[in-house]
């Protein structure tokens, strides 16, 4: 310890000050890291509660940002921070029905956002932009923007880029605009639950996906298509267009999986394994399973995609693959607080990849599956 200690100064403030001398001299440059709580409780010969509070004012007064599970680093601009810093983040959106907000894909995403907020002193709020287009009236706040697919007004995110809104996409991007964006990386993710059931020796595997017609899918069931493709062709597996399947919907529905996996039954040779491009189609797919009087995964293996938590209690437990958007939602927060440059040469961008959650409807090729398909 360099400073001398006043004994009417509060120990807090004391570590508070002395940090705040070795950034005023450049000792602490930007974005270095600082010592844990654990660390400071020990330098400073005092109580970790006492050096949780420094950390945490030091976030609060705009010195020192967090992330989570890497710690504790010096702000960019500390001596301007707190006039410049965000000290709210709202996620917005256009008019998304409450059930849909529900879903994991974006709980777990609100929750990401929200670990962040907290661990840096910021509010977070959830934000109906409505059919006006009205973002919050604080031009300082930062915005995680979740656009609609199909009718998004693009003349509104120049208008906002030109007002220095700052503005991070998720889910769906737009790249031409140099808008930063975080979005799950669905072909990984596609080509995760193709590759895990050609591991267990399946090859004739059919995929249920969501669309108009297989020209007309949106990003996500493109990417998770290409991702499926691509494992077949890793393997040298002959793509069979006649596997795939697209059923129309504007919202994913058990009676979707129903559908597609009943056209799939009715090929010639029909799959020994089902990739179904949701949980909701998956669990239909189940149920039609069931219905035919197969057994899941004896006679046919399927695999999800969002890891809903239904998925878990499902008989059988549902083999699925998680989007990771908890991540999502924790980097959309963090380039928003600490990695957007003033002059905006530079794309910030994140693409976060799934996990694979391996449960009980997917078992290898059985004896009976390959004399069927011989």
């Not at 005092?46 to 989570?68: H, K, N």
């Not at 596997?243 to 040779?269: N, Q, Y």
Request: hydrophobic share 35%.
């Amino acid at each position: 310890m360099d400073m001398e200690k006043s004994d009417k100064t509060p120990m807090y403030q004391y570590i508070m000050n002395d940090i705040k001398r070795k950034i005023a001299s450049g000792e602490l440059k930007p974005h270095d890291p600082l010592p844990t709580q654990i660390e400071l409780a020990k330098e400073y010969n005092t109580s970790e509660i006492t050096s949780r509070r420094a950390l945490s004012d030091l976030v609060q007064e705009g010195f020192v940002y967090r992330i989570r599970g890497k710690g504790s680093f010096v702000h960019e601009n500390p001596a301007q921070a707190d006039s410049k810093g965000l000290r709210t983040l709202y996620f917005a959106h256009q008019n998304h029905e409450v059930s849909i907000l529900n879903h994991p894909f974006f709980t777990d995403m609100f929750e990401g956002i929200k670990e962040v907020c907290d661990d840096n002193g910021v509010a977070f709020h959830i934000w109906d932009i409505g059919e006006n287009y009205e973002l919050p009236e604080d031009p300082g706040a930062g915005i995680i923007l979740l656009t609609v697919k199909g009718h998004f007004d693009f003349s509104r995110l120049t208008a906002w880029q030109e007002e220095n809104r700052r503005i991070v996409t998720v889910h769906f991007y737009y790249p031409h605009l140099g808008i930063p964006y975080v979005i799950a990386d669905n072909l990984t993710g596609g080509y995760l639950a193709t590759q895990h059931l050609i591991s267990q020796g399946h090859q004739r595997i059919g995929i249920i996906l969501t669309g108009s017609s297989l020209l007309e899918l949106n990003q996500d069931f493109s990417l998770r298509l290409q991702g499926y493709k691509l494992a077949l062709t890793q393997h040298n597996i002959p793509f069979h267009p006649d596997l795939i399947t697209v059923v129309d919907g504007e919202d994913e529905r058990a009676e979707m999986g129903e559908e597609g996996f009943k056209r799939l039954m009715k090929l010639p040779e029909p799959p020994t394994a089902i990739f179904a491009t949701s949980d909701y189609k998956a669990f239909g797919a189940m149920n039609a399973a069931r219905e035919s009087g197969m057994n899941i995964p004896e006679d046919i293996s399927i695999i999800g995609y969002d890891d809903v938590k239904l998925g878990e209690y499902s008989y059988p437990r549902l083999t699925t693959v998680n989007q990771n958007t908890r991540k999502m939602g924790q980097r959309a927060a963090e380039i928003l607080l600490f990695e957007l440059e003033e002059d905006h040469s530079s794309l910030v961008k994140d693409e976060i990849v799934p996990t694979l959650i391996l449960r009980d409807s997917t078992a290898p090729l059985s004896a009976k599956q390959r004399i069927r398909n011989s």
